[in-house]
């Protein structure tokens, strides 16, 4: 006898009209959103009404998007959800340095720099040395490893942001390291700042009684040959923001040093080691 659709078994009924020939990873990855999205609606008794308020909201977040912003990220890594499932693929061993969220400020393509260069291009900031080693899990330095980096300036824009105030290319560059495994740049002591909160994901978060700031960092992209892709930051250990991340990408072990320098160049030096995974 034809089953139809019941409250009961409503997952049931829409998980059963998959094809016989749907690829077998899309079966289970549907399936189960599909029992978990029923799931939700019945635990907590959805009305018709808050529905709709969830239609306008996915509306809008679709609306607002463009090839500049991309408010799903937005959304999903204020749900904790980006970190969650970037958790999920980088589980590291003891020692190895722990990945966090990638963002949306990254562009490929940022200028090589050498050693030592600056890459804070408008003279706003207090200067900072970052300096340290790419390693292995033995401690082994990582020759030609490429470390791209990334932070916002003085004011808490990305240069991205302010195309008619920053120089390109402001706080980006790209260094490799040689046999010892040693970096240094000179950038500034990054600043807190809030993310886009202009579009729906800021009124989500205004309802919810959320700040939309992220605590100050420095954004770092490492690759090696034999080496899993690194995607971190290091954290300023003095910031109001760490506990409060709106993106929920602190890790203790993130949290780096900065200290009032004694290089005679800079005003602040940052000393952070990172430790690559064999992959
Ligand atoms: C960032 O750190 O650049 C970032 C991460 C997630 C959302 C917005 C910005
Ligand atoms: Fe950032």
């Known amino acids: 006898m034809t089953q139809y659709f019941t409250e009961e078994r409503s997952a049931e009924a829409v998980n059963g009209c998959m094809g016989e020939t749907t690829d077998p990873r899309i079966r289970e990855v549907m399936a189960c959103l599909v029992k978990h999205l029923h799931a939700f609606a019945k635990e907590i008794n959805l009305t018709q009404a808050e529905w709709q308020v969830g239609i306008d909201f996915l509306t809008k977040t679709g609306q607002i998007c463009s090839g500049e912003r991309q408010e799903f990220i937005l959304l999903s890594d204020t749900l904790g959800f980006s970190m969650l499932v970037d958790a999920i693929n980088n589980r590291r061993p003891p020692g190895a340095t722990e990945n966090t969220v990638f963002g949306p400020f990254h ?33 082994r330095p990582v020759e030609g490893a490429r470390i791209d980096v990334w932070s916002d300036n003085a004011d808490g824009f990305y240069d991205v942001q302010q195309p008619e105030f920053q120089p390109k290319w402001n706080n980006r560059g790209i260094f490799a390291t040689g046999a010892d495994g040693s970096y240094s740049f000179i950038g500034i002591k990054p600043v807190s700042y809030p993310i886009p909160d202009d579009g729906p994901v800021g009124q989500m978060l205004n309802r919810l009684g959320r700040h939309p700031y992220r605590p100050a960092h420095m954004h770092y992209l490492v690759t090696a040959a034999g080496f899993q892709k690194l995607v971190t ?47």
């Not at 090589?112 to 033995?138: A, F, H, N, P, W």
């Not at 954290?235 to 040093?257: E, H, M, N, Q």
């Open 107 to 139: 562009v490929d393509g940022a200028p090589i720099r050498s050693m030592g260069d600056t890459i804070s291009l408008d003279g706003k900031g207090e200067s900072c040395l970052y300096q340290g080693r790419v390693i292995d899990l033995d401690g």
């Open 233 to 279: 930051h290091t954290f300023v250990g003095d910031d109001p923001y760490l506990g409060s991340d709106t993106v929920f990408g602190v890790k203790t072990s993130l949290i780096a040093p900065f200290e009032p320098a004694t290089n005679g160049r800079t005003q602040w030096q940052s000393t952070f080691d990172f430790v690559l995974t064999p992959g």
